[in-house]
């Protein structure tokens, strides 16, 4: 989830921060982590789960927005429309007349040969492996689970360097004590009281390598994600987030690890007309629709 507005690490609360949750996520002192805190976005005069929504558009409006898509898809079938027909239309690049591969196109190449833990494993050593390593370490990072002293110690262990892991995870522990858990709603143990859901779900948007070479690298990822408690009576409701999570990779135990990572805010869309769902439908829409392993 993200940082929230009240953001910043436990001995330096003022400096700015996010977590993947909405809750918190952390930002040690080092640059290695670092520590937000929760937030609560609390809508503006209308119930939290209710189903208020904004003013309807006018009939005008909806009729230059849906011929705005229309436009849209038409160029877009345009812009990706192949040759169809033995012309000239192709690349040049030897691929059988089909275009030529965007820069920010998916390689279609598998991105893991295992999990452990629940974390994709098994990263290939190219810029391709290492963009799908860090793409499914911010999920990680971001996860409910890393709120959990029981899971948080294998999530640590799967994704960060070596050298670093005993300090980082003190320093997550330090950052998810007791005392914040508490402002999340949430035991010693991480989970939500009787009959509400903690959500901490991240989903990586896209990714950029910014550097690399054979043994390291650093990648941008764009999220989303859906962070807070649903339940009757939360006083943290779901909400959504967009952010930009950089990670320092480095190749060791033949897979990529993190070495450091920073987060900020955005690249954020404008915020869709959509209808506030009611507390029970988010907890199973937690519940019923699985993950995915994301690949570059």
Not at 108 to 119: L, M, W
């Amino acid at each position: 989830m993200s940082l929230g507005d009240e953001r910043g690490r436990p001995e330096d609360g003022d400096r700015g921060g996010r977590s993947g949750h909405g809750d918190g996520f952390a930002h040690p002192d080092d640059g290695y982590g670092g520590t937000g805190q929760t937030r609560t976005r609390l809508p503006e005069g209308r119930d939290v789960y209710g189903g208020a929504r904004r003013p309807a558009r006018s009939s005008r409006s909806l009729v230059t927005v849906v011929g705005v898509v229309v436009l849209l898809i038409a160029a877009i079938a345009f812009a990706n429309r192949g040759d169809g027909g033995g012309g000239d239309g192709g690349s040049g690049d030897g691929n059988g007349g089909k275009p030529g591969a965007a820069p920010t196109a998916a390689s279609g190449q598998n991105p893991v040969t295992g999990k452990q833990g629940g974390i994709p494993t098994g990263y290939g050593r190219d810029r391709e492996g290492a963009q799908s390593a860090a793409a499914n370490y911010a999920v990680a990072l971001v996860s409910a689970d890393i709120l959990k002293p029981d899971r948080r110690s294998g999530i640590v262990g799967q994704v960060f360097f070596a050298d670093k892991r005993p300090e980082l995870e003190a320093k997550f522990d330090k950052a998810y004590s007791r005392e914040f858990l508490d402002k999340l709603g949430l035991d010693k143990n991480g989970n939500a009281a009787k009959g509400q859901t903690y959500i901490s779900r991240t989903a990586p948007v896209g990714t950029k390598a910014t550097a690399y070479s054979d043994s390291t690298a650093t990648v941008e990822v764009w999220c989303t994600g859906v962070f807070g408690t649903a339940g009757e009576g939360s006083t943290n409701p779901v909400t959504s987030d967009w952010f930009t999570l950089t990670l320092k990779l480095r190749w060791a135990e033949d897979d990529w690890k993190v070495e450091s990572f920073s987060q900020e805010e955005g690249p954020a869309p404008v915020n869709g007309d959509n209808q506030v769902s009611p507390a029970d439908e988010m907890a199973q829409a937690v519940e019923q629709y699985g993950g995915f392993t994301y690949a570059r």
